[in-house]
């Protein structure tokens, strides 16, 4: 009896010691196989194609951000300072601020109501103030004092209404905030 040699690759794989139906199956596994692992490479190119553009963006992003810094800088430092309690309304009320922007823009308040409240580390100060018969260019010089304060006044709200002789009733809701004294 005769020995099969030993081989010492391993054993040969003989193709026709298969079925034209297992050879065809052996196939279709394989193809399969291809097609699957393709789909899972381009899922993950996408994947990877998606987060480099994200990067991208935020580069850009951060150009912008780094060519403004010494502007927003210097915006902050000038708004941290405006914060300072000391500095905010120098001794002087709310009310007596708007009054004396009113009298100098030659309107008389009818009506001057503050308000004072605490949120957080913030005193919320506001004013609600009425003229009546108020011409416009008055109103508007009135106005543009109130944006050109050096600390921060907001006009939360104005009711405008038609008032005699090409005159308005107007009544302005004013507020500013400071950080409360640490006590």
Same mark, same amino acid.
């Given at each position: ?6 081989? $010492?690759?391993?054993?040969? @794989? ?8 297992? +050879?065809?199956?052996?196939? &279709? #596994?394989?193809?399969?196989a ?9 899922k993950?190119?996408?994947?990877l194609?998606?987060?480099?553009d ?9 150009d912008?951000?780094?060519?403004i ?6 915006r ?15 001794? $002087?009320?709310?009310?007596g @601020? ?8 030659? +309107?008389?308040?009818?009506? &001057? #109501? ?13 004013v ?7 011409p ?8 543009d ?7 921060p ?21 004013i ?9």
């Amino acid at each position: 009896m005769k020995k099969p040699k030993n081989n $010492s690759a391993g054993m040969r @794989l003989n193709l026709k010691s298969f079925s034209v139906r297992e +050879l065809a199956l052996a196939g &279709i #596994t394989l193809w399969v196989a291809a097609i699957l692992t393709g789909l899972f490479a381009f899922k993950e190119f996408r994947a990877l194609r998606e987060k480099s553009d994200d990067l991208e963006k935020q580069c850009a992003l951060q150009d912008i951000t780094l060519e403004i810094r010494e502007t927003v800088e210097a915006r902050l430092a000038e708004h941290v300072k405006r914060l300072e309690s000391a500095e905010s309304l120098e001794g $002087s009320t709310l009310q007596g @601020l708007v009054d004396t922007l009113a009298r100098a823009s030659m +309107l008389r308040a009818e009506n &001057i #109501t503050p308000k004072t409240e605490n949120k957080g580390a913030f005193q919320i100060l506001s004013v609600k103030m009425s003229f009546r018969d108020a011409p416009m260019d008055r109103l508007l010089v009135f106005d543009d004092r109130l944006r050109t304060q050096k600390i921060p006044l907001a006009i939360t709200g104005i009711r405008i209404e038609v008032g005699n002789r090409d005159s308005l009733n107007v009544t302005y809701d004013i507020a500013t905030y400071h950080l409360r004294d640490k006590k």
